[in-house]
C-alpha cells in the first residue's frame, strides 16, 4: 500500500482557476493566500522558541565549537544557506558558526539538483563530514516532512549526539513518520496555490520562522541591544554608517565622536559604547564585556553611572 500523500502535495481549490485569471487577479489571489505563513508561524511560536534555546546553548559554547547548522535540499536548503549566510555580518558570529548543509552542495545553491533529496545516506555523510557532534543543533528543513536527505542528515546527526530539529509544512509528519528530531516545528499553511509548489506558502512561513529562530537566538546571546545590532560587522559603507549612528544613539554623542570612538575600538561598537559611557580603556571595556556574557545591558548596569541616557 503506497503512503498517502503529504499535505504538501494537496490541491487548493481557491486557485483551481488559476490559469483563467487575469494578471491583477491573479496576483491579488496569490497574495491574499500568502496571509496564512505568519498565521503558521505564530502558532508554531513554542516549538521555535524551544528552538531558540537549544540553539542558544549550542552556539553559547563559544571556543568549544557549538555550532547551528541547517540542512535542507532545493527550496529549503537554499533558504537555510541565506540565513547561514546573513548571520555573520549582522550578529558578528564567527563564519562557521552557523552553517548550512544543502542536497546536491554549492551547485544546488543556484541550480536545481535533480534526485539529489533522495538519498540519505548523502545527508548522513554530509553531517559526517562536517564533524557534527553533541555540542551542535542540526535543524532539518523540508515542507513535506519527508525528504531522505534530510531524515538521514538528522539520523546521522541524533547519532553523534547532536541536539536536532526539524521545520515542515506537513501535519501529518510527527503522527505518521516521526523523524528523528528532538523539536519539530510545524508550519501548517495548508495546500500551495500550485500543488506541490513549496516555495511559496511554505518558503514563505519557513523564511519566516528561520528569521525568528536565528535572530531571537543572537538576542539570547546579547548580539542586540534594544532593538539595535551592536555585534554587527561593518563590511561596507551602509555597515560602517549603522555602526556610527548606533554609537551615536546609544551615548549620545555627535558623527566626529562616534567614527573616533570607533576607530579607536577597532570598529567594534559594544566596545566603542563601554569606553565612553563608562569612560574605560579599550582593554577594560574587552574585559567588562568578557565578565557580561558578551551583553552590553548587562556590562552598562555593571557600571558607574551612565555619562548619558538611554531610552534603546
Known sequence: MSSPLPATEAENPATADLDRLEPIEAVRRLAGLERRSPEAVLAAAPGIARLVERAAAALAKGGSGGRLIFVGAGTSGRLGALEAAECPPTFGVAPGRVEAIVAGGEAALARAVEGAEDRAEDGAAAVAARGAGPRDLVVGIAAS?????VRGALAEARRRGAATGLVTCDPATAAEAPPPADEVVLLDVGPEAVTGSTRLKAGTATKIA???????????????????????????????????????????????????????????????????????????????????????????????????????
Not at 546609544?250 to 575600538?265: F, H, K
Not at 566596545?271 to 565612553?276: D, K, P, Y
Open 145 to 149: 516532512g519527508r525528504t531522505p536527505f
Open 210 to 312: 528561520l528569521n525568528a529562530l536565528t535572530t531571537a537566538t543572537f538576542v539570547r546571546l546579547g548580539a542586540v541591544h534594544g532593538n539595535l545590532m551592536v555585534d554587527l560587522v561593518a563590511t561596507n559603507r551602509k555597515l560602517e554608517g549603522r555602526a556610527r549612528r548606533i554609537v551615536r544613539r546609544l551615548c549620545g554623542c555627535d558623527e566626529g565622536e562616534a567614527a573616533r570612538l570607533l576607530a579607536a575600538s577597532g570598529g567594534r561598537v559594544k566596545e566603542a559604547v563601554l569606553v565612553s559611557r563608562r569612560g574605560l580603556s579599550l582593554a577594560a571595556a574587552e574585559s567588562a564585556l568578557r565578565a557580561a556574557g558578551g551583553c552590553l545591558r548587562r556590562a552598562l548596569d555593571a557600571g558607574a553611572p551612565e555619562s548619558a541616557p538611554e531610552t534603546a
